[in-house]
């Protein structure tokens, strides 16, 4: 069965302390790899898309990066700004031909002053 | 702002009841996605409609439907509300043509009482 795992579940960092999400996924015909960060009661926010093993992609503090199994989202010398949800989802391909989507049930980062 | 717009912002109905949910895509974009949110759950991934047609189900329920118009917003309709419908409802967009990160909306939030 088609699975997106992300751990850990809640995360807590001092402000400056670096840290990496992780997201696992299983699913066949892996089209593309997102992540997105959720503000509470607010919709996803887009951050980056890989498509390859081997891809790295960076913005300010955060650069994600993919393997055949999994992703990380690394975030560098955090600020309480970076405190959110961050959503990992991929698109595959489904049995029908078409796309799937699957969202992880996300990471919640707070990041102490 | 994503450039994603959804309408209402809120909405309280009574179960049995039927109500529509609007999305306007960003300018440019073709496919439109439509999501589910509860309270402490991942996003749930309904329906997407690319350039009016029906593209990819995800798990939707028969009570639930939703189209696309020539002009490209897209309306979730709901009916036989019950009180587990209760959630954010986000509709998303994408280029969808070489481009498939989506941006969201700020969401509807229902409430079936």
């Known amino acids: 069965e088609d699975q997106v795992t992300q751990s850990p579940e809640a995360l807590r960092l001092q402000e400056g302390e670096s840290s990496s999400l992780n997201c696992s996924y299983t699913?066949?015909?892996?089209?593309?790899l997102f992540w997105y960060r959720q503000d509470p009661g607010k919709g996803p926010e887009f951050l980056f898309t890989?498509?390859?093993a081997g891809e790295e992609k960076e913005k300010e503090r955060l650069k994600a990066t993919l393997t055949k199994k999994e992703s990380f989202l690394h975030i560098t010398a955090p600020k309480p700004e970076d405190s959110a949800t961050y959503l990992c989802?991929?698109?595959?391909?489904?049995?029908?031909?078409?796309?799937?989507?699957?969202f992880g049930t996300g990471t919640r980062l707070k990041v102490l002053a | 702002d994503s450039g994603v717009t959804q309408t209402p912002k809120h909405l309280i109905t009574a179960t049995g009841q039927r109500v529509t949910l609007r999305c306007s895509p960003r300018s440019g974009d073709l496919s439109v996605y439509w999501y589910q949110q509860s309270l402490d759950q991942g996003l749930q991934f309904l329906i997407q409609?690319?350039?009016?047609?029906?593209?990819a189900k995800g798990n939707i329920l028969e009570r639930f439907s939703a189209q696309q118009f020539p002009d490209l917003h897209s309306e979730l309709n709901l009916s036989s509300l019950e009180l587990g419908d209760s959630a954010l409802y986000f509709c998303?967009?994408?280029?969808?043509?070489?481009?498939?990160?989506?941006?969201f909306g700020p969401g509807t939030r229902l409430t079936v009482t």
């Open positions: 409609y690319y350039n009016g047609e029906e593209r």
């Open positions: 989802a991929v698109q595959a391909i489904a049995v029908s031909g078409t796309y799937k989507y699957i």
């Open positions: 699913v066949s015909g892996l089209r593309g």
């Open positions: 998303a967009s994408s280029e969808g043509v070489t481009r498939y990160e989506q941006y």
């Open positions: 890989l498509y390859s």
